[in-house]
C-alpha cells in the first residue's frame, strides 16, 4: 500500500477542510496552541486499511445492537471479532479511525464508529494521547468530529499537552468545531450513528474553563489568537472571561493586548462586558499593560472607561512637560 505522511502535534499539523463539500483534506494549516512547545513530527503509515472489507461492511439498516456485558469474562469475543482489526494501534499508537480521518475518509470514518461496541473505542488515544475527537479538530472536521460527540466520544480527553478538542478549536479559531463540541445533541444526530450500543448521556457543553498544561483555558486561547467569533461563542455558552491563566494570571483580556489583537480587545470589553480592573499575579491591569506595549490600545481602553492609576497620570503629566520644555528650549535656539 501506498505510503503517507501523518502529522499530528497539535502545534503543527497537516489538515484539511471538513468534508462537508469535498470530503477529503487538502490543505495546510497550523495551530499554535500556546504551550510554547515548537516540537514537530512526521510519521509513515500505510494508510487507512479498509480497501479489502469497507465495501462489505454494512452502510444500510441499523446494524444488531449488541449488549455490553458487565463482566468481560462474559464476553463472546467471536460477537466483536469485526472491529478489532480496526482499533488494533499501529508503532505510533494510531488506530484505522486515526487514520481514516487523517486521510478524510469520512464514509470511511461513519462506518468504522458504527462498528465499536462501546463508546470508550472511540477515545482510545495515540502516542500523543490524541484521541478520534482531537485529530478531527486538527484536521478541521467539524461534520466528523460532530459524528463522534453523537456516537458518545468524550469531549473533555486531554492530549499530552492537556489540551482538550475544544482547546485545539479555540486556538485555531475553528468556528465549527467549536459548535460541534457544545451544542447539544438532537436525537436524528444518535440515530444517524447506527450504534450497537445504548446511547451514553453526555452534558454539552463541556466544563468550558479547564485549563490545559500551560495553565490556558479555550477562552484564553482564542483571545491568543485573535479569534472574535469564538470569543464571543464561548461568553455566549458560559465561559468565564475573567479566568486568570496558571502562570502569570492573565485573562483574555491581558492576553489580546500582549498579542495587539484591536478587535477581540474591543469584542471583549464592549460587547462581552469582560472586567478592565481585573489584575495579573505581577499587579497588572489591561491598560497599565497596554501602556507598557500599545499606546493606542492603551487610549482605546481609557475611552472605554478604563481607570487609570494614579502614578500612570502623573507620569504622563511628566512626559507632557518634558516635551513642552524640550519644545520651548528649540525655539529660543531659533535665531
Not at 126 to 138: E, F, P, S, W, Y
Not at 208 to 228: K, M, R, T, V, W
Request: proline share 5%; charged share 20%; glycine share 8%.
Amino acid at each position: 500500500m501506498d505510503q503517507r505522511s501523518k502529522c499530528l502535534d497539535s502545534s503543527e499539523f497537516v489538515g484539511g477542510d471538513s468534508g462537508f463539500l469535498s470530503g477529503s483534506c487538502a490543505t495546510e494549516s497550523e495551530i499554535d496552541v500556546g504551550t510554547g512547545s515548537s516540537t514537530s513530527y512526521h510519521r509513515l503509515d500505510s494508510g487507512v486499511d479498509l480497501g479489502l472489507s469497507v465495501s462489505g461492511l454494512s452502510l444500510g439498516p441499523d446494524p444488531q445492537v449488541i449488549p455490553i456485558p458487565s463482566n468481560p469474562k462474559e464476553v463472546d469475543h467471536k460477537e466483536y471479532a469485526d472491529w478489532h482489526q480496526y482499533f488494533y494501534p499501529d508503532e505510533d499508537g494510531d488506530t484505522q479511525l486515526h487514520i481514516a480521518i487523517v486521510e478524510g475518509f469520512v464514509e470511511g470514518v461513519f462506518t468504522l464508529i458504527s462498528l465499536v461496541p462501546h463508546p470508550s473505542v472511540l477515545d482510545f488515544q495515540n502516542d500523543a494521547a490524541q484521541t478520534a475527537l482531537h485529530i478531527a479538530v486538527l484536521t478541521k472536521q467539524p461534520r466528523v468530529a460532530r459524528r463522534l460527540v453523537a456516537a458518545g466520544a468524550k469531549v473533555d480527553m486531554r492530549d499530552r499537552f492537556g489540551n482538550t478538542p475544544l482547546h485545539l478549536a479555540a486556538a485555531s479559531g475553528d468556528l465549527g468545531s467549536v459548535q460541534a463540541l457544545t451544542t447539544a445533541l438532537a436525537t436524528h444526530e444518535v440515530t444517524q450513528c447506527r450504534l450497537r450500543y445504548e446511547p451514553f448521556a453526555q452534558s454539552l457543553p463541556q466544563q468550558l474553563d479547564l485549563l490545559n498544561y500551560e495553565g490556558q483555558g479555550p477562552i484564553h486561547l482564542a483571545a491568543i489568537g485573535g479569534h472574535s467569533e469564538v470569543v464571543r461563542t464561548l461568553h455566549w455558552l458560559g465561559a468565564d472571561l475573567d479566568l486568570q491563566d496558571g502562570k502569570g494570571g492573565r485573562t483574555a483580556l491581558h492576553f489580546a493586548i500582549e498579542r495587539g489583537h484591536s478587535a477581540t480587545m474591543h469584542t471583549l470589553v464592549t460587547e462581552c462586558q469582560a472586567s478592565l480592573e481585573s489584575r495579573t499575579y505581577g499587579g497588572l491591569t489591561a491598560y497599565e499593560l497596554a501602556a507598557e506595549s500599545d499606546p493606542y490600545l492603551a487610549q482605546e481602553l481609557m475611552r472605554l472607561g478604563a481607570t487609570i492609576p494614579p502614578s500612570s497620570s502623573q507620569s504622563n503629566n511628566v512626559e507632557m512637560e518634558d516635551y513642552s520644555s524640550d519644545s520651548s528650549d528649540s525655539e529660543s535656539d531659533v535665531p
